[in-house]
């Protein structure tokens, strides 16, 4: 399959612009090349299982996978369209300095490598995967993520939701 059929797919879902408008549905645009690259290759083998993702990724060879991780990460992240509660920015701020979020995400919250761009993802898909990372639900996912999200409550991850999609 062509390259541009290819991206249309993700489209429909990602976004046109590989930024979602889709509930629960992340944005791609502007995520890290290596980090798009490790997701597609880790839902590929099955270790990374999401549902929706499966018969899209099953038959992707290595020189698709690069040339859509490239694609979508050359891909400006625009703010999200979703509303963004302002005393909740201010929590998650104070929540994030507390973790210290941009240690591994950097201080513009942009990713790298394989650390994931939070700026101006999905506030539904963030506080979502949040949780999944503190309840340890989120299969095949680096679990690094767990430790610093534990113990804190659902609201203090929707805090943290919504001060990462403002940035």
Known sequence: MPLNERIQMCAACHGEDGNSK?????SIAGQPAFFIL??????RENIRQVEAMAPIVK?????????LAE????????QT????????VQRGTA???????????LPTLAGEQQIPRLAKQRVDYLAKALK?????????????MSGPVSGLSDAELTALAHYAASR
Not at 71 to 78: A, I, Y
Not at 81 to 87: C, F, H, L, R, S
């Open 95 to 105: 929540l994030a300095a507390q973790k210290r979020c941009g240690s591994c995400h």
């Open 38 to 43: 490790n997701q597609l290759v880790l839902m």
């Open 59 to 67: 038959d992707l060879k290595d020189d698709d996978i690069n040339a």
């Open 22 to 26: 889709m509930e629960n549905i992340p």
């Open 71 to 78: 694609h979508f990460s050359k891909l400006p992240p625009k």
């Open 132 to 144: 999944e990372f503190r309840d340890s639900t989120r299969q095949g996912a680096d679990m690094i």
């Open 81 to 88: 369209d979703e509303p963004v509660d302002q005393a909740l």
